[in-house]
């Protein structure tokens, strides 16, 4: 099973969770590109053109969504937070606060899907590593993040967490503690309210 029929399986997993009125809904839906190479997904404007080597996906009864690319070459040491740049986002329910980087998220009551993707991380020692997904300051998941061999750096691998939060909750994506200092390569963060 490649890459980006898992990630399409996860959006269509996401569209049963929502009524016909709502897949019906204009205001219900979100729209995005996906790398046919890659299978990373990047949330789009309703009138937005994919790539050549990318699908357009119609994403029904997402609320509200945010893309984010992290901070290219950021060093991040155990316990310290991913930044991430804004990009694309629509509806509420996703919010920041200060001026970019942003380090953390406020995500309002609801379901939420999280993808975490990226590559070309570096460390300076072999063996896999580990990034935290945290609300309000507690571990709930975590990404891998594993070499590739033929490159001689590290990849997220395993990039959708669905998760639930009963009231305002703060996120945020984090080095774990027992990770060494590694730097980033490239990163995605796409966040969708579900419901």
């Known amino acids: 099973m490649t890459r980006l029929s898992v990630i399409v399986g996860a959006f269509v997993v996401a569209l049963g969770l929502t009524t016909p009125t709502d897949r019906a809904s204009a205001q219900n839906q979100a729209f995005a590109c996906a790398n046919l190479n890659s299978g990373s997904i990047k949330v ?17 009864g997402a609320l509200a969504g945010a893309d984010y690319q992290c901070v290219v070459s950021q060093t991040i040491g155990p316990g310290n ?48 590593f580990i990034i935290d997904l945290l609300l309000n300051n507690q571990a ?41 200092t590694v730097t980033t390569g490239f990163c995605e963060l796409i966040i969708t309210k579900l419901q």
């Open 81 to 128: 937070a991913l930044n991430f740049q804004p990009g694309v986002s629509f509806g509420s329910g996703i919010s920041t606060t200060g001026t970019p980087p942003f380090g953390s998220f406020v995500l309002q009551q609801g379901i939420y899907q999280i993808h975490l993707s990226g590559s070309g991380f570096t460390k300076p020692s072999i063996g896999d």
């Open 44 to 60: 789009v404007a309703p009138n937005a053109t994919c790539g050549s080597n990318e699908q357009r996906i119609v994403l029904g």
């Open 140 to 180: 709930v998941a975590a990404y891998i993040v594993a070499p590739d061999v033929n490159a001689g750096v590290f990849n997220i691998v395993g990039g959708d967490r669905l998760i639930s939060v009963a009231s305002n909750t703060v996120l945020a994506l984090a080095l774990a503690l027992s990770s060494p």
